[in-house]
């Protein structure tokens, strides 16, 4: 058979059902065999490739995994953010390329001999976990070990280029024994429980935060074991779909641009034991030095890298599966803490999540908060969510949606970048067929991809998409309020950002948009909420619209910045309401 077609049988046998594509004439034996074995969904641009496929694997609940193949030089580059994405937020990808005939490659002696050539694998090798040029043929044993490497240990996405004489090549087609490439990961040692066991029975402050490494099967399996231990839990941005927000153990997200209640909890902990989350500066604060700074910090991470990073400092670090040590640390003894959670229920309470007077509301323009709060209670459990991944829209959607038991959030927070939205909605929407996928990101954003507006409307996706209007970058716009007391440059339209009527450019594929305002209340963008197929709707925001709380930096005499901790966010609490809630550490204004 030609050797296209074994590599999609192969594929098949791993678990690929689905392939995201640009076409091109380096890929056109791969196009026309996968186009047999896989349901193959083209895209406009190649970014969506890469990002659709990821956000297909992390919403899947089926188990079926989808690629991206995207054709020779530009087909290459383009998908490129898409994989440092992936790469970043430890996500499983496999990236196909095609490649100019091996007797036309340039192997480093000039720039460039064969149509469209340029080396690939040298471009992504430092954002993937596996990065090789196949310039012969593959058996079964090595083509089915190198992709499996992409789910092997710390997951991330794995590229393999594939020369285009490769692919159309003549092999035997003889049934070749499957490898046996099954991982199994490190697991926690007795020794390294009882040190565990000693740190909980001096805990009376405890709290465990869930990252995204610890799998949603694993929190269905345990629940009831971690609700019966009485420890709050919090959640990374990427584990926030781990547990619902109206269970009695939760007590938020905390983040640099996290939940206020959420952040001041954990820095009153005396314990806490990080499952599956690389503690990040996004996670711990720029100021990293006061992360816990009345605890101890417990990290549970399958990448030693990572607990040995030094930032923050780590009182005990286990490079182990995150998902089998959660099971086997909830089964340790622990120390009665019901008047630790009713004090960080307290705090919840005290502070809520749109905090009153924090950000102005403006007549005729909606609250982004408000509509996100909306949101909430009109997803289902049954829902996809998909906050985008940078921006005001995305840091409203992660401080104020309260996710719901069964519902799936996916976002891509690594490497921040704008656009991410549509096309991992649309990856969300083909793995859940049946489900609804909502969409909500500024306009911004949405701008950097809106190409991929023809590929929903073609495919009839279920999509319902929030566009936060606010004529440009929301969060650039408040940093140069901010810092540069309102020199706009570059941040909306009247400082020459080209951003489109929304409308018409939705009726330039056929589609109509609802617009909404302040009238939250509206029966008519409900109804169009709770219909099938994609729904549009833009949501206008006022340019000076202020996204709080956040942690804030300041400018030091020397020209440099510094952070505040994670329990001091801008605007401050007044005293009355912080002396109630700072019990453990310090709550005066921080200087």
């Known amino acids: 058979m030609k050797y296209s077609d074994q590599i999609a049988k192969w594929l098949t046998e791993l678990g690929y059902t689905h392939c995201f594509f640009v076409g091109g004439g380096n890929i056109m034996h791969l196009v026309e065999s996968l186009s047999r074995y896989l349901e193959c969904v083209p895209v406009v641009h190649e970014v969506a490739a890469s990002i659709a496929a990821e956000y297909f694997n992390e919403s899947s609940s089926k188990k079926s995994k989808a690629l991206a193949l995207v054709t020779a030089g530009p087909g290459l580059t383009n998908s490129v953010t898409g994989i440092a994405g992936a790469f970043l937020e430890s996500r499983e990808l496999l990236v196909i390329g095609g490649q100019a005939k091996t007797v036309d490659l340039a192997r480093g002696k000039v720039r460039q001999r064969g149509i469209q050539e340029i080396d690939g694998v040298s471009i992504v090798k430092a954002i993937t976990k596996k990065a090789e040029l196949m310039d012969n043929i593959w058996d079964a044993e090595k083509f089915k070990e190198f992709i499996s490497n992409s789910s092997k240990g710390r997951p991330g996405p794995v590229f393999l280029e594939i020369p285009i004489d490769i692919q159309a090549k003549d092999v035997d087609s003889q049934d070749i024994p499957t490898s046996d490439s099954h991982h199994k990961p490190a697991r926690i040692c007795e020794t390294q429980l009882y040190e565990i066991q000693q740190l909980l029975v001096e805990s009376s402050r405890p709290v465990i935060l869930l990252g995204g490494g610890v799998k949603r099967s694993t929190i269905k399996k345990l629940l009831p074991v971690l609700g019966s231990k009485g420890i709050p839990v919090a959640t990374t941005w990427n584990g926030a779909d781990r547990i619902s927000s109206n269970h009695p153990l939760y007590i938020g997200r905390p983040n640099t641009w996290g939940q206020r209640s959420a952040n001041i909890c954990l820095q009153q902990a005396d314990l806490l034991l990080a499952f599956g989350t690389r503690l990040g500066m996004q996670q711990t604060g720029f100021n990293w030095q006061e992360f816990l700074p009345v605890g101890k910090v417990v990290q549970f991470d399958i990448d030693p890298a990572e607990i040995n990073k ?13 998902n089998t040590a959660l099971e086997e640390v909830l089964k340790l003894k622990t120390n009665d803490t019901s008047d630790w959670l009713i004090h960080c229920k307290r705090i ?46 995305f840091t409203t ?8 038991e069964g519902q799936i959030m996916v976002t891509n927070k690594g490497l921040a970048s704008m656009g991410y939205g549509l096309s991992g909605a649309i990856g969300a929407a083909v793995a859940n067929p049946d489900k609804r996928v909502v969409l909500v990101e500024g306009d911004g954003g949405f701008a950097q991809n809106i190409q991929e507006i023809g590929t929903a409307i073609i495919n009839n996706l279920n999509i319902k998409i929030f566009i936060f209007d606010d004529s440009g970058y929301a969060s650039i716009r408040m940093t140069q309020r901010s810092y540069f007391n309102g020199r706009y440059v570059g941040c909306d339209t009247i400082t020459g950002l080209g951003l489109p009527k929304w409308e018409a450019l939705f009726k330039a594929w056929g589609h109509k948009s609802i617009s909404v305002g302040d009238e939250y209340e509206n029966p008519l963008w409900k109804e169009n909420f709770q219909k099938k197929g994609l729904q549009v709707f833009i949501v206008k925001v006022n340019p ?22 994670l329990h001091y966010m801008t605007p401050e609490l007044v005293k009355d309401v912080s002396k109630a809630i700072f019990k453990y550490i310090a709550g005066e204004n921080y200087e």
């Not at 909606?366 to 969510?385: C, F, M, R, Y």
């Not at 000076?544 to 901790?565: C, H, W």
């Open 310 to 322: 030094g930032h923050p400092e780590v009182d005990a670090g286990f490079a182990v599966d995150a």
């Open 348 to 393: 919840r309470e005290t502070i809520p999540l749109i905090e009153e007077g924090v950000n102005k509301e403006y007549q005729g323009y909606a609250s982004p908060h408000k509509i996100v709060e909306l949101l909430s209670h009109l997803t289902s459990k049954e829902d996809v969510i998909v906050p985008c991944s940078s921006g005001g829209a």
């Open 397 to 404: 959607m992660m401080q104020v949606f309260e996710q719901k």
């Open 544 to 565: 000076e619209q202020t996204y709080f709380p956040k942690i804030q930096s300041r400018v030091l005499s020397d020209g440099s910045m510094a952070s505040n901790p």
